[in-house]
């Protein structure tokens, strides 16, 4: 029996390329290469053949056999790389997820997010100012004298510049945030109620109360009819929200440039309830915020027209209140992002 080569060949090459699976490529290979494949019934046949067709049936029989185990083999690299690749991008859906620590915001921030949510209750908006201010921002348009200690280089931060013989464009890390108060007055007419939170810096050596970067929250409410008693109102919800509690509270007559008139706002201590403790000094009060009705030479510089409108302000130190709500007893343990004390909040 003589067999057409030519013609095996175009059908193999057409089979192989139909294979999609390992299972096809297996009854392929079992076919051709089998004990009782083509191949083999080639080469049973050939001692029927004749001495002179014998050696070309033999060597082609060969050719073909090495041909279909190459085409068997590359087929089989391609089923495992393309096996490999779908177990890869297999997704096990039932495997519980990783949990990433995506840590908290700080208690400084929660705080500051506290208040000015209290705030926007009673109608504020929340606005921003920049910690690099003027001169003038920060002192002569609150009113704040030429004179006055705060305005020393000993407690404010003055930025070398080196243009600076226009006194008042001096510029300064902002002491407090009641220069935003000017920058509001500036941009917008009454009626307006903001706050403004955010960092104040003074050249304070650092201690358990101080720090040479705190952060405050400013007031400031303005209209043709604010009183005093507008002040108190808004002090005294705002308080008892804070700390969640019916507080004693007393107004102390004060001094601020800014307001006329001023108070300080004291609470009953927490720790002694009144009675007095070393944490309020033994007089059983704390000091809880400067406040008071905008001063007209405010107004005057802000350019409102005289005698128009009157205002409420008032000023916090966040780090001083969180200190009191929690306990804290040291002003550094914010800043020294201890984790121990951090995720205690
Ligand atoms: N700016 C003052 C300070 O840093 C706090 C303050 C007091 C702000 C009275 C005010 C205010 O708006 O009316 O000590």
Redesign the pocket.
């Given at each position: 029996m003589s067999w057409n080569f030519e013609e095996i060949n175009i059908t193999v090459q057409k089979e192989i390329q139909e294979i999609s699976d390992e299972i096809q490529l297996e009854s392929f290979r079992i076919k051709y290469l089998g004990r009782k494949g083509l191949i083999a019934d080639m080469y049973a046949s050939l001692s029927s053949l004749s001495k002179e067709e014998k050696p070309l049936m033999g060597k082609n029989a060969n050719i073909l056999r090495n041909t279909i185990t190459t085409f068997i083999e590359e087929k089989k690299k391609v089923f495992r790389a393309e096996q490999k690749k779908a177990n890869r991008s297999f997704i096990d859906v039932t495997i519980p997820g990783m949990e990433h620590s995506v840590g908290h915001k700080h208690i400084l921030t929660q705080t500051i997010e506290e208040m000015c949510d209290i705030f926007e209750k009673l109608g504020f908006v929340v606005q921003e100012g920049p910690e690099v201010e003027t001169e003038f921002n920060n002192f002569t348009a609150l009113n704040i004298p030429e004179d006055h200690p705060s305005r020393d280089g000993f407690d404010t931060f003055y930025l070398e510049q080196k243009d600076s013989n226009q006194k008042d464009q001096n510029l300064v890390l902002r002491?407090?945030?009641?220069p935003g108060?000017i920058r509001i007055m500036k941009e917008y007419k009454p009626p307006l109620a903001v706050v403004i939170p955010g960092k104040?810096y003074r050249p304070d050596a650092v201690d358990a109360s101080h720090s040479f970067m705190f952060h405050?929250i400013?007031?400031?409410f303005v209209d043709t009819d604010v009183k005093f008693s507008d002040l108190k109102g808004i002090i005294t919800v705002f308080l008892k929200k804070l700390f969640g509690r019916d507080l004693e509270m007393r107004y102390r007559p004060h001094f601020?440039p800014?307001?006329e008139p001023?108070a300080e706002v004291d609470i009953a201590c927490y720790l002694c309830k009144g009675k007095g403790c070393s944490v309020c000094g033994r007089s059983g009060w704390l000091e809880i915020?400067?406040?008071?009705m905008v001063h007209p030479k405010v107004f005057e510089a802000v350019g409102y027209p005289k005698g128009k409108y009157s205002g409420l302000?008032?000023?916090l130190g966040v780090e001083r209140i969180t200190m009191l709500k929690y306990g804290i007893h040291d002003i550094r343990m914010f800043f020294e992002n201890d984790m121990r004390f951090v995720r205690q909040f």
């Open positions: 002491s407090h945030t009641s108060q104040v405050q400013e007031g400031l601020f800014f307001t001023s915020m400067g406040c008071g302000a008032f000023g």
